[in-house]
């Protein structure tokens, strides 16, 4: 559960990191193309990776984000959304694998939510009725304390 979550921060930490470092490189490249006077043409290529590098971070974000959403609903018991709907799921250009699209994801964490929501009022439900007995207890026994 925090293992989980602390994962998914862990992983998007280094997707982004990966990131940076990405543009970094393609930001450095260019500069050496201008200070070797290569063409326009070659300077442009260069920088074509660039939007590549974006479409990739938000696909592999996308990816870990999924996972981690899966993950929970089946720790929960939670249905997921059927693979085959193009509404819920999207198949990534980059990997073989699909990944929920944003109402995918919406609906799955409201889903995952209200399970969560369900399991705690279920404990919320019994906390005053054991307070009530605790202070019960608490006033007899001091009754019984002064009778003695």
Request: aromatic share 6%; no cysteine; glycine share 4%.
């Amino acid at each position: 559960m925090v293992a989980d979550y602390l994962r998914l921060r862990w992983e998007l930490w280094r997707l982004e990191r990966d990131y940076r470092n990405a543009i970094t490189d393609v930001r450095r490249k260019i500069e050496e193309a201008k200070a070797k006077n290569s063409s326009e043409q070659e300077i442009a290529l260069i920088g074509a990776k660039g939007p590549d590098a974006d479409l990739r971070y938000e696909d592999d974000v996308r990816q870990v984000h999924t996972q981690y959403l899966v993950s929970k609903a089946q720790r929960l018991v939670v249905p997921t959304p059927k693979l085959g709907d193009p509404d819920l799921w999207e198949k990534s250009p980059y990997t073989p694998q699909s990944h929920l699209t944003s109402r995918g994801m919406t609906e799955l964490r409201s889903t995952i939510r209200a399970e969560e929501k369900a399991r705690i009022e279920l404990y919320l439900l019994w906390i005053p009725s054991v307070i009530g007995v605790i202070g019960a207890l608490i006033g007899l026994a001091a009754i019984l304390s002064k009778v003695k």
